[in-house]
């Protein structure tokens, strides 16, 4: 994770040097944030494969769109599918997948976005990193769900497929998943169903993005 530290720490001198000078809109955040009624932010959903990140997001998405609010999600493999596909699982190919997604999702939210990410994002020294990258009302929601239950579940046939050794450093199996110690909100799939824990993400942001 340092060398993401540091990478981003060495952009201004680079800036300089290449005479770049990034430009501010002339419509701040509280401007559109009054336009779309709600504030904006990242909700940053960890958890191990299969907990039901994605499940959660796309869900709560649906109905917040039919609320009328600005809402996206940034989904791991959809991110990888196109703007990192260059990237490789690595430790540094992780750390910058996560760079980049932090940097979109904190773009995204300046410019009035409620944005859902889903990635496991195994470590905290990497989630306290994105934090930092996004700065501006950032919310950690830690999907908890048992091994065993995301083993039997196996949506995309990963976790078979990394116990037969055919994933390297695979999160639960050969990598470990270090829980946030103090998440924002915390939705166990392993005790709710689908539904309820829908819901309480959905309560979650109307109690906190709503516009007071
Ligand atoms: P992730 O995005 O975390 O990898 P997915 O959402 O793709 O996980 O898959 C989770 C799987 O678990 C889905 O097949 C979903 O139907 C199932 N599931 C069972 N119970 C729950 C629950 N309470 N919340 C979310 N998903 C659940």
New binding site residues.
Partial sequence: MMDCVVKKEAVSPLQTQNNIFPDGSKISRLQRNERFGHQSGVLWLT??????????ATGVEKLLFKYGYLVSILDGDTVRSGLNSDLDFSVEGRQENLRRVAEVASLFASSGHIVLS?LISPQQQTRDFVKQVVSHNFHTIY?KADIEDCID?D?KGLYKKAMAGGIEHFTGIGQSYEPPPNPDLLID?SK???ET?QMMLKDYIIEHFFLK
């Fill in positions: 958890g191990l494969s299969g907990s039901g990140k994605s499940t959660i889903t999907i579940r949506p799939t709710h169903d689908t824990c």
